[in-house]
T-cell receptor, first 111, second 114 residues
Framework: EDQVTQSPEALRLQEGESSSLNCSYT??????LFWYRQDPGKGPEFLFT???AGEEKEKERLKATLTKKESFLHITAPKPEDSATYLC????????????FGRGTQLTVWP | DVKVTQSSRYLVKRTGEKVFLECVQD?????MFWYRQDPGLGLRLIYF???????EKGDIPEGYSVSREKKERFSLILESASTNQTSMYLC?????????????FGDGTRLSIL
């Protein structure tokens, strides 16, 4: 049973072309939603945590938002160095710190 | 910054061997996790630990065991390696103290079983 679904699976953007990645979740009792960036051959790198609907976090060209059903990662004027796989994960109560991950969106930004 | 160190970046072993993957974190985190990552399947949780000597099965524990004798170290053991255990293995840690803490990952061990 999928609890976290990311879309699209892959996204190709031209440099400067803004877009959004989606993460929808079905867990009840959400405690937190996490975004990660993963470069090829490396471990995921933590980007943001969102805790409640309406919350937003920003870092450089990335902005993450959260509603009661989904989260968006907005990428403004992306550059080739933003190319990576972006993973979303959620935590729910009483799971001893366990996170539930989506399968990721592979973003390619070409010059 | 949190540092999670996995002992090997690349490892090649033979079928039937007992394989040990080691992970060390330097931030006094309570929780530690082992995942494997395969193309098209995403991250799958093998085992995790929320305290020294404590362990919980994840989604795919078959063929694996773990050991946590010290807080900073979490070992994954492949009891008798098989070719279907060829994968990228990722270790992570998190602070504990509730269920809303991010996990911090090491750079992974790419394991090939021949």
């Amino acid at each position: 049973e999928d609890q976290v679904t990311q879309s699209p699976e892959a996204l190709r953007l031209q440099e400067g072309e803004s877009s959004s990645l989606n993460c929808s979740y079905t867990v009840s009792g959400l405690r937190g939603l996490f975004w990660y960036r993963q470069d090829p051959g490396k471990g995921p790198e933590f980007l943001f945590t969102l805790y409640s609907a309406g919350e937003e976090k920003e870092k450089e060209r990335l902005k993450a938002t959260l509603t009661k059903k989904e989260s968006f990662l907005h990428i403004t004027a992306p550059k080739p160095e933003d190319s990576a796989t972006y993973l979303c994960a959620v935590s729910r109560g009483s799971t001893l710190g366990r996170l539930y991950f989506g399968r990721g969106t592979q973003l390619t930004v070409w010059p | 910054d949190v540092k999670v160190t996995q002992s090997s970046r690349y490892l090649v072993k033979r079928t039937g061997e007992k394989v040990f993957l080691e992970c060390v974190q330097d931030m006094d985190h309570e929780n530690m996790f082992w995942y494997r990552q395969d193309p098209g399947l995403g991250l799958r949780l093998i085992y995790f630990s929320y305290d020294v000597k404590m362990k919980e099965k994840g989604d795919i524990p078959e063929g694996y065991s773990v050991s946590r004798e010290k807080k900073e170290r979490f070992s994954l053991i492949l009891e008798s390696a098989s070719t279907n255990q060829t994968s990228m293995y990722l270790c992570a840690s998190s602070l504990g103290q509730g269920d809303n803490q991010p996990q911090h990952f090491g750079d992974g061990t790419r394991l090939s079983i021949l």
